[in-house]
């Protein structure tokens, strides 16, 4: 079956970015994938180190994006760019994680301007020589645009965020072949 991570690149407890990934992985799932979240809030990863092979839950997590198909990558808008704590979990994996594995990609901003954080995103899984698919969901505002329960208030935003799910699959699923 074809395995989906969605990886959330914020700590805050409340984080839309992980209730937008959510949607994204129900999409993933209803369209016949495996899913698992990666909270990177709620994980026990150290400040990357070059000396260290593996820091704390570091193995584990490097091993589920390797055998996933298809990873949904979801940022905050930090800066401009995307949050450190996605950059550190970036700097973890390299192409033996990302290699012939679809990415889709999302970033929520507390403002209007998320563009940023997309294209770095993009081109860092570039890098690792991921599939990035064309498609991707920039969500301005989020903490308007999401309610406290994780829910969309606006249709047309939903529908891009299962769109990206769906995508994902089938890029996952061709890269198979
Ligand atoms: C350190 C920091 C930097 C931020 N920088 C920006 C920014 O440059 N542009 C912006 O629109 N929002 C910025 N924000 C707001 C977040 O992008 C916004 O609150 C986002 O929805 C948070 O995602 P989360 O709910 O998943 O934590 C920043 C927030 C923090 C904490």
């Not at 994996?93 to 901003?109: N, Q």
Request: glycine content about 10%.
């Amino acid at each position: 079956m074809t395995r989906i991570v969605a990886i959330s690149g914020s700590r805050r407890a409340g984080s839309t970015t992980r209730s937008a990934l959510r949607v994204a992985l129900t999409a993933a799932e209803e369209a016949g994938a495996d899913t698992e979240l990666i909270d990177l809030g709620a994980v026990d990863l150290p400040l990357y180190h070059p000396d260290e092979d593996v820091q704390g839950d570091s193995e584990e997590l490097t091993r589920t994006v390797r055998e996933a198909d298809g990873v949904i990558a979801g940022s905050p808008v930090y800066r401009g760019s995307y949050s450190s704590t996605f950059k550190n979990f970036h700097d973890f994996c390299g192409s033996e994680e990302y290699d012939y594995t679809a990415v889709g990609l999302l970033a929520t901003a507390g403002g209007g301007s998320y563009g940023g954080t997309l294209e770095h995103l993009r081109s860092t899984f570039r890098n690792v020589h991921a599939w990035v698919v064309p498609h991707e969901v920039g969500i301005s505002g989020a903490s308007r645009a999401i309610d406290e329960d994780g829910r969309f208030r606006d249709d047309d935003l939903r529908d891009r965020t299962e769109k990206l799910g769906r995508i994902v699959v089938e890029h996952a699923e061709r890269l198979q072949e």
